[in-house]
Every structure is written in structure tokens, then in C-alpha cells.
């Protein structure tokens, strides 16, 4: 270690118009600076209930049980799937994309049966589809789906899906990682069941906390495991000894005290703003940028009335395909611009552009397009 000598870690700044994290305002990044307190100070417990409150605005819902889990997204999809589905359980899984993928990895793991119901990448999940999986599964406990595809910039039709499972008797576990906060989003008026998502998307936090909400169906369900929950740090019934305690908060394990103080600001600043003004931004902003990038010549992979406003997925152009990691790297390097490329089969074909809660803005909708031009031509 001779000669060893760490500095400071200080990042260039960069606009962060990929497929998440999103630009984090000054105001999130002076609370994440704030004092440390104990995480069970007062203070503190007083604060995971203001939390708890501003998810229940954010999702809306009444569910008592809905809070951040400590870890990122991931996390989130894992603890719907542990504390829902037991060894032997079938679910049906929709896949139009990573996500919907990663979804059915969690069931098997958790020893569950995962019926998946397959959609071309870039196309909504398709609701016959879904139906005739239903009704040919009878002994389906759940149906999970990804609203806001991030792999591919597609919403899927959350309301009717959740109808659907309702008329077949299944629960419903809803992947929310991208929409919460960008699209509109209501957990009791759709019937949704288990919902989870992520601090760093239409939030505008930084990464590492995902919002989680359950229904009473779903948490009945839980309470009346035949088993125990495999993973004992994702157990919702220890969790809530902490998060959920009437005055006796009882220790699980220490709470990441300053990224709660980044997600309250953000959550603070959506409730400012005002959900439906959130989502009518996110709109707005799209629709500047759809026009921007149809004057470059730049077309969208996914149908118009599928299109994600926070999430956009175009095309490459022909001519700049060979390029396109070089392209992006250049709007990295010299632009401090940070796009998304394609994942999977649609890696080397479309490009992602994010425009996610604080960086739904024009000044990042006027900068990504002139970088482009600049770059492109
Ligand atoms: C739709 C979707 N689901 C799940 C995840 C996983 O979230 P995380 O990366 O925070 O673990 C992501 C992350 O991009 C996502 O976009």
C-alpha cells in the first residue's frame, strides 16, 4: 500500500437522461448531507412515519403497510415474490422485457412455478394472452407484470391486468420501478395488490431504497404462510416490528438514515408539486422531446400509445449504428450527457432516453437534442 494516497472522491456532474438513476435535485442532495441521527431517535421514527404517508400519497393508497425497503429496486421485486409466493406456489409471470424476465427468476428461486406468458419486446403485455393463462391455471396464486418496462420504454395496461386477476382470483405484484411518480399509478382504484419500485427513477432520489405497498388481501396472505420466508432480512413480518411498530419500534437492522432523508425530500417535492402535475410534466416533456428527435430524423421503437413519456426508446439511425457506442461515449466524455443503450436482443438498436422526475425538464429536454445534433452531424 506504499505510496497509496486516496483523495476525496469528487464526480464530474453529469445530466442523467439514461434509464435511471434520473438528475437529483440540490434540494435531495443538501438533505442527504444533513446530521446522522440513531435510527431509532425519535426524530427519526417520526420522519419513516412521514415517509410511510408521502408513499401512500405517491402510490395512492390507504395500505397501512407500505414503506421503503433498505436496498434497491431489486430488493423490492424480491420481497413481493418471498413473502407471496411459498415452495410449490404457481404465478403467472408476463415478460415484454428484462424486467418481466428477472420477475420469473425471482418466482423459481423462491420455489415457486412460474407460468410465463411471453410478448415481443417493445409491444405491451397482451391482455388475451393473459386471460387465457388465467383461466388455463385455476390454481394460480398470483399474476405479476412490469407497468413501465425499462428494458423497452412500454407501459402495459396495469388497470386491465389487475381486473383480470381479480376475476380469476389471483393477487397481483406489479412491477413499479419506472411509473411510480412519472405515469399515472393508483394502487386501491386498480385493485393492485403488492407493488414495489425505486427511489433513483421518477423520484429523483439517489438509488438504494425501494417504496414497497401490500394490500390487507395480500398481507392476510402473508400472515398465513404454511412456511417461513427464506430470506430473513426481507421477511415482512420481522420488517414491521421496525418500520410498523405502535410506538415500540423494535431493531431489524439499522436503516440507511440519510438516503431517507434524500427519499422524504423527493417525496416532499413531488407532494409539493402534485401527483397529477408530476404526471402531466412527464407528458409535456416527452412531447417536446418526440418533436425535437423527429426533426433529427430519430424515430421511437414503440407505438405511440404504448410510449413510456419517461422512458424513450428509439431507434438508431441506420447510418449510426456501427457508432453507437462511440456516440454515446462521446456524449459522455464531451457533453457530460448521460443516454441509455439497448439491453438484450434490442442491445446495438435503440437507444434510451430518460426523462425521469427532476430531469423531466426542458433545459434536459434542449440539451439532449442540440448534444445529439452537435454529435450526430
Ligand atoms: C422495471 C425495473 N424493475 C426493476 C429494476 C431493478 O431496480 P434496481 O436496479 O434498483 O435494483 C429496474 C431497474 O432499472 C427496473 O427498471
Known amino acids: 500500500m506504499s505510496g497509496f494516497k486516496p483523495k476525496s472522491f469528487r464526480p464530474q456532474p453529469k445530466t442523467l437522461m439514461g434509464p435511471g438513476p434520473s438528475d437529483v435535485s440540490e434540494r435531495v442532495l443538501n438533505a442527504l448531507a444533513r446530521p446522522t441521527v440513531g435510527h431509532l431517535d425519535p426524530q427519526f421514527v417520526g420522519l419513516m412515519d412521514e415517509i410511510k404517508q408521502l408513499l401512500r400519497y405517491a402510490f395512492c393508497t390507504e395500505n397501512q403497510m407500505t414503506f421503503p425497503v433498505s436496498a434497491p429496486g431489486s430488493a423490492g421485486m424480491e420481497t413481493c415474490i418471498v413473502n407471496l409466493i411459498e415452495p410449490g406456489e404457481k404465478m403467472i409471470v408476463c415478460i415484454n422485457g428484462v424486467f418481466g424476465g428477472r420477475l420469473k427468476e425471482n418466482i423459481e428461486r423462491a ?37 413501465a418496462e425499462t428494458s423497452t420504454g412500454v407501459r402495459s395496461d396495469a388497470d386491465a391486468l389487475c381486473a383480470l386477476a381479480a376475476a380469476n382470483n389471483c393477487l397481483t405484484i406489479v412491477d413499479a420501478v419506472t411509473s411510480l411518480g412519472g405515469i399515472p399509478l393508483k394502487v386501491d382504484e386498480w385493485g393492485i395488490d403488492a407493488i414495489y419500485s425505486g427511489s433513483q427513477k421518477c423520484l429523483s432520489a439517489p438509488p438504494g431504497l425501494s417504496p414497497v405497498s401490500f394490500s390487507e388481501k395480500a398481507v392476510a396472505k ?13 421477511d415482512l413480518n420481522l420488517v414491521l416490528g421496525y418500520w410498523d411498530g405502535d410506538g415500540a419500534r423494535s431493531y431489524h437492522h439499522t436503516a ?26 412527464h407528458l409535456e416533456m416527452h412531447k417536446l422531446l418526440e418533436q425535437g428527435l423527429a426533426r433529427l430524423g430519430i424515430d421511437y421503437l414503440v407505438d405511440s400509445e404504448s410510449r413510456l413519456p419517461q422512458l424513450n426508446s428509439v431507434k438508431i439511425p441506420e447510418s449510426f449504428v456501427a457508432r453507437e457506442a462511440e456516440i454515446r461515449k462521446q456524449l459522455l466524455t464531451e457533453y457530460d450527457l448521460e443516454i441509455g443503450a439497448g439491453l438484450g436482443a434490442l442491445a446495438g438498436k435503440i437507444w434510451r432516453i430518460g426523462l425521469m422526475g427532476y430531469g423531466a425538464s426542458r433545459k434536459n429536454v ?8 452537435a454529435v450526430l452531424s
Open 222 to 234: 402473508i400472515q398465513n404462510r404454511k412456511t417461513n420466508v427464506q430470506s430473513w432480512f426481507l
Open 111 to 147: 420455489g415457486g412455478v412460474a407460468v410465463a406468458v411471453e410478448d415481443d419486446w417493445g409491444k405491451p403485455v397482451t391482455l388475451e394472452k393473459v386471460e387465457e393463462a388465467l383461466q388455463a391455471n385455476p390454481d394460480a396464486v398470483a399474476l405479476g407484470f412490469v407497468h
Open 256 to 281: 440507511p438514515i440519510n438516503a431517507m432523508y434524500g427519499l422524504h425530500e423527493s417525496l416532499v417535492m413531488l407532494h409539493e408539486e402534485g401527483l397529477e402535475a408530476a404526471w402531466a410534466r
Open 366 to 373: 434542449d440539451y439532449c437534442l442540440n448534444s445529439l445534433e
